[in-house]
């Protein structure tokens, strides 16, 4: 069977863990040379080890991704060793959980740098090299919380809509251009990743995902259909459908329900440790893998992600189905009017 990315070049930021290393190990399957962006070389060096294993090319650039320049010199690097971009997808984050009242300036400030900054200069570096081409395709690894922000993730939740509206523009522009690079976006749920253990935490207790917690695979997998197809944007699952459409109709019952939800929510029963190191400013040593702590309640499907990916051949069968409904005896009853 051929495979989706046979040769093509991959730089996906964040790549160390989380959704960045399932979709790493996903690009690796299709066959996509990788250049690996992420600030921990110990997570870099054994994405990039199981990348070679499977016959893969991959470059490991350590780049904060908050630092326009390094983007700027990794994307430089990427076509030197590799060729050409086809592909890139921005994934890398930070995040605080947090009350607003005990968020710090700094610690605001940093979590837009990477969540909002960092997705601004990949996408520009991509775009340099991408629009004289006239060719390329740049996904945003998004959340429906760009949609619905929530209590606690503050800085996060602004981050991500900051991103949701930087790419409305984009859009628009390149349709004005003419362009042919394409922009996708993947409005996430709450996903089984380490960040639970590694983001910096002001609650009292250890934080967890909100609502149904879905695997880091299904993400990826998720992400190459993004890649490839031509809906604007993605959501992934029934909650995240829930956060972006919901939200746009009901956005004070939302606040209520969150209010009322979201703090006990977004925490488990066991005490945080203060003094537990954190990410935010600093990656932790060692390879943290994809999986968060969450392996027994996450799920590694969504019937709904299914339906969003085939709708487009779903909507006319279920038409035919419908009109081959209306020539039955039936339906002719019910047109008489039950007679």
């Not at 066959?31 to 470059?59: F, I, S, T, W, Y």
């Not at 605080?96 to 700094?106: A, D, N, Q, Y």
């Not at 009322?260 to 954190?278: I, N, V």
């Not at 019937?303 to 039955?328: D, E, F, H, Q």
Request: proline letters at 6%.
């Amino acid at each position: 069977m051929e495979k989706r990315f046979s040769g093509q070049i991959a730089v996906v930021t964040g790549a160390s863990a989380g959704i960045g290393r399932a979709l790493v190990r996903a690009l690796t399957r299709e066959g996509a040379h990788l250049g690996l962006l992420a600030r921990g070389v110990d997570g870099l060096e054994a994405a990039a080890a199981e990348v070679r294993a499977a016959g893969g090319k991959a470059v490991v650039i350590p780049t904060d991704v908050s630092d326009h320049e390094q983007v700027e010199r990794a994307a430089a690097r990427v076509e030197e060793e590799l060729g050409p971009i086809d592909l890139w997808v921005n994934n890398a984050m930070v995040s605080v959980f947090s009350p607003i009242s005990e968020l710090k300036p700094e610690e605001l400030r940093r979590v837009t740098d990477v969540t909002y900054h960092g997705y601004v200069w990949g996408t520009m570096a991509a775009l340099r090299r991408m629009r004289p081409r006239d060719r390329g395709t740049i996904v945003q690894v998004a959340s429906a919380l760009a949609y619905r922000g929530i209590p606690l993730q503050a800085a996060y939740c602004g981050a991500k809509h900051a991103v949701q509206g930087f790419c409305d523009s984009l859009w628009s522009e390149l349709l004005h251009d003419g362009s042919k690079v394409k922009l996708r976006a993947v409005n996430l749920p709450a996903v089984n990743t380490p960040q639970f253990d590694w983001s910096k935490s002001h609650m009292p207790r250890r934080a967890q995902p909100v609502g149904t917690i879905f695997q880091p695979e299904m993400i990826a997998d998720a992400i190459l259909w993004a890649a490839l197809h031509e809906e604007r944007e993605l959501n992934v699952a029934w909650p995240a459908t829930q956060g972006v459409v919901g939200n746009a109709f009901f956005p004070g019952i939302a606040d209520v329900y969150l209010a009322k939800t979201a703090f006990e929510g977004q925490q488990t029963d066991e005490p945080e440790d203060p003094d537990r190191p954190s990410n935010l400013w600093e990656p932790l040593p060692g390879d943290r893998g994809a999986h968060g702590r969450f392996d027994d309640r996450a799920k590694d499907r969504s019937p709904w992600l299914w339906v969003s990916m085939n709708r487009k051949w779903l909507i006319p069968a279920l038409a035919v189905a419908l009109v081959a409904y209306c020539g039955t005896s039936r339906c002719d009853v019910i047109r008489s009017g039950g007679k």
